[in-house]
């Protein structure tokens, strides 16, 4: 059988994926690959439209009843977060009250930003990798950045304001769950649970055979080197991508809860996290 599956371009999900898009990490099914950006995926998400897809915390919390995450692939750790930045040489000041560029309203990026400004802020929503050139032109005070422009926001004329991980790390004790493959409920456990060892499979595969994967990664990536790529698979591929685990599944609660007591999101839904 074919599955629909979606993901981002980015070197952790492009990583991830591999060896279970070319057809090497199981003979049980085959997937048909889709790549597009993470607030895409989001809102086809709440659509319904891919049987297996990545998507943000932030979006899963809404479409928990149709979906239920993977034990492997999340986005989850320490020292991850998005970066809350302004260009250098600006002085803005405080950031509440202001122009900020989101990467998606559906992100997690956005529900921290919200939940550290108390949501006292104007989002403007563009799609990530546009968020530094509008900020070096002064369309904005400010902008959340994830993904490769962790890496490269400083040489690019930017300064970090606050780490929105950081933050959150600070304020709750748990790692920042950042974003997840899920698996719509429809399918059923066992091919859940098929889909769910092929790509710890497919993870495996990446790590042993590692140069193989380079071609694919750098084709999607934003950034084409290696020095970043390696960067962005070491900082978002870890221990939580292998199995949530105990922390992580404590630190996804925790994101739900707090989203909730904020306001953010649906109350009444933790039967379905996980």
């Known amino acids: 059988m074919e599955l629909s599956l979606a993901y981002s371009p980015c070197p952790n999900d492009t990583f991830l994926f591999y060896h279970l898009a070319h057809g090497k990490a199981t003979d049980q099914f085959r997937v048909r690959e889709e790549l597009h950006d993470v607030e895409e995926l989001n809102r086809a998400a709440l659509a319904g439209k891919y049987q297996a897809t990545k998507l943000s915390f932030a979006a ?21 977060g998005p970066l809350l930045v302004y260009k250098k040489g600006k002085n803005p000041g405080n950031a509440k009250g ?80 950042l974003g997840a493959i899920a698996f719509r409920r429809d399918l059923g456990a066992p091919l859940k649970e098929n889909f769910d060892s092929s790509l710890k499979q497919s993870l495996d595969l990446a790590y042993k055979n590692r140069e193989e994967t380079y071609e694919y990664i750098l084709k999607h990536s934003q950034d084409t080197t290696r020095e970043v790529v390696d960067a962005h698979i070491g900082l978002y591929v870890n221990e939580f991508t292998r199995a949530l685990g105990t922390d992580g599944r404590e630190a996804i609660l925790t994101l739900y809860q707090k989203g909730v007591e904020a306001g953010f999101l649906p109350a009444g839904k933790e039967k379905y996290l996980f």
């Open 60 to 80: 899963y919390f809404s479409v928990m009843d149709r979906y239920s995450i993977l034990d492997s692939g999340s986005a989850l750790g320490r020292n991850c």
């Open 98 to 177: 202001k122009k900020i560029l989101i990467p998606g309203e559906l992100t997690t990026a956005n529900l921290l930003l919200k939940l550290f400004l108390k949501n006292d802020f104007q989002p403007t929503a563009v799609r990530y990798d546009k968020i530094i050139p509008l900020l070096l032109a002064e369309e904005a005070d400010f902008g959340v950045l994830i993904h490769e422009e962790r890496f490269t926001y400083e040489k690019q004329g930017l300064v970090k304001l606050q780490d929105l991980g950081e933050w959150w790390e600070e304020t709750t004790g748990k790692h920042i769950p």
